[in-house]
């Protein structure tokens, strides 16, 4: 990667925001790249947040879009990815797929202003935290997340977050556990929460 410019992505959630919201957070920000990460890149009800729809308002306030669904959604197609109806996200990181995908971003980051845009509104509940994040933490690159108001949330205290949110804490029998373990802790247990089960689907 190049060394010039600063290793940086963000993450934001469209949620149910009307699209002129969206796109302030976004300018806000300075993004030129929103990276779109859901597998179905349709909302049921927030039409605008549909992918033709949502490509079409970002072109005209001159931002980029990309798709990357297919390569960096949390709701694959393909079986191989499944537990019985629930989505494995340790087979999933281990896809061709999945490896392509941040290839791509890691070799992208330094010359983009990106965000990657997922459904949730907030980042503790979605994957673009869970798994895309923490993977792209392990490669020294800075995330913030964009947040309903237009803060910013570092990985970091996310996951300071995420451990409270799991009343995550050391125990009698391991009474001296690091932030650092603790936090593990929380990856694991919020990695099985946010897991897709097609029993989801109505």
């Given amino acids: 990667m190049k ?6 992505i963000f993450t934001i959630g469209h949620s149910n925001h009307p699209v002129e919201k969206f796109i302030a957070l976004l300018k806000q920000h300075a993004i030129s790249l929103v990276t779109d990460v ?3 890149p349709y909302s049921r009800y927030c039409m605008h947040f549909n992918k033709a729809e949502l490509e079409g308002y970002l072109k005209k306030e001159d931002i980029r879009y990309l798709y990357m669904g297919k390569e960096l959604g949390a709701r694959p197609n393909s079986d191989r990815y499944y537990d019985g109806n629930k989505v494995n996200l340790d087979k999933l990181l281990e ?3 999945f ?4 290839h791509w971003l890691l070799v992208h980051v330094p010359d983009e202003r990106m965000a990657l ?18 993977q792209l933490k392990s ?3 800075d995330i913030k997340h964009i947040l309903e108001d ?12 995420m451990v409270d949110l799991l009343k ?7 009474p001296d556990l690091t932030e650092a373990e603790l936090i593990e802790q929380a990856y694991e247990k919020q990695k099985e929460n946010i897991s897709f089960s097609v029993e989801q689907t109505p």
């Fill in 117 to 134: 845009m997922c459904a949730e509104k907030d980042p503790l509940y979605c994957h673009r935290m869970i798994i895309l994040s923490r």
């Fill in 139 to 141: 490669y020294h690159i």
């Fill in 150 to 161: 237009g803060t910013l949330e570092d990985q970091h205290q996310a996951e300071v977050r």
């Fill in 99 to 102: 490896r392509q995908g941040m």
């Fill in 168 to 174: 995550i804490a050391p125990t009698l029998f391991e």
């Fill in 95 to 97: 896809g061709e797929e």
């Fill in 3 to 8: 060394q010039d410019k600063k290793n940086i």
């Fill in 38 to 40: 859901r597998s179905e």
